[in-house]
């Protein structure tokens, strides 16, 4: 039910490479457990240097790393998985969380699934799933340019707490909406159960090709509301006569002047994000979500 469309399996492995909750020097001993569970079934286990270095191990450069890897491994939660697959995104390398922090929609397997996981893995009873991306980029006034990547969103706030923003939206060159209050969020279906969820925005099935575009408490008697728009299509923001910055899944910030414009597309290739067979999307929501606690 969860996977709608053929789903690639790995060509080898052999060698998984890790990076780290940060700022987490307590984590060692779990990756430690992590790693013997990884060796006790031949698969060699690389650390990124920074990761190496919070816990007193050696490590190998991070884009050594995922060069060398056949999949790549997260130890954290949602936040350190982010980081990963925006990094490691030229690579197209398959990424699997294993969750070490609290909420994990995206990081699904637990500590104590480990075995059972890796198990799966050798069995062929697995999925790889291909998320939508956001390639980005801000071109400045200057003329200069800004790149980027991201899985879950691009937002547009103010540096200030609760200061407004003007921000003008386009699609394809043509103005749609003006988005006047704290910010407007650019979602994909993966990031639509992060910020997009908190800001009243809607849930989409994460396999669909779409940006979610939602309004941060909008100051506005016009009864904004969130849309969802193709993937293939080209949204165009700019932050008029206000301050701006624009948060890049929550992990990369960059000021926005008037004259900037931040354009936003879908990625040519998706991220792999690899997950346990019998994970289902609709199983997750229940338990994360609480969705159906109450009786009727």
Known sequence: MENRTESELLE???????????????????????????????????????????IGEEGIPFEEMCAQADFLVSLGGDGTLLSLV?????????????????LGFLADVKVDEVEE??????????RIDNRMMIAGYIKKRSGTTI??????????????PSKMVLVNASIDGER???????????????GSTAYNLAAGGPIVYPLTKAFI??????????????LVVPAD?????????????????GQERYALEEGDVLHVGGAA?????????????????KEKLHWGDEPW
Do not use: C, W
Request: glycine share 6%.
């Open 12 to 54: 080898r492995m052999e060698t998984a490479g890790f990076i780290l909750k940060p700022e987490a020097p307590e984590i060692k001993v779990l990756f430690e457990r992590i790693k013997k569970q990884f060796e006790a079934k031949g698969i060699r286990v690389l650390l990124a240097e920074r990761s190496a270095a919070m």
């Open 86 to 102: 925006r990094r490691s995104y030229g690579y197209h390398k398959p990424v699997v969380g294993i969750n070490a922090g609290n």
């Open 176 to 190: 749609f909406n003006s988005y006047k209050g704290d910010g407007v969020i650019i979602s994909t279906p993966t």
């Open 147 to 160: 790149d980027f990547f991201a899985l879950n969103d691009v937002v547009i706030t103010s540096p200030i």
């Open 213 to 226: 575009i939602t309004p941060v408490m909008a100051h506005s008697l016009t009864n904004q509301r969130p």
């Open 117 to 126: 996981f890796l198990e799966g893995l050798f069995a062929g009873d697995y």
């Open 233 to 249: 299509f080209t949204i165009e923001l700019d932050a008029h006569q206000y301050e701006a910055v624009a948060s890049i899944d």
């Open 269 to 285: 290739q998706g991220a792999k994000l690899l997950h346990r067979k019998e994970r289902n999307y609709f199983s997750v929501l």
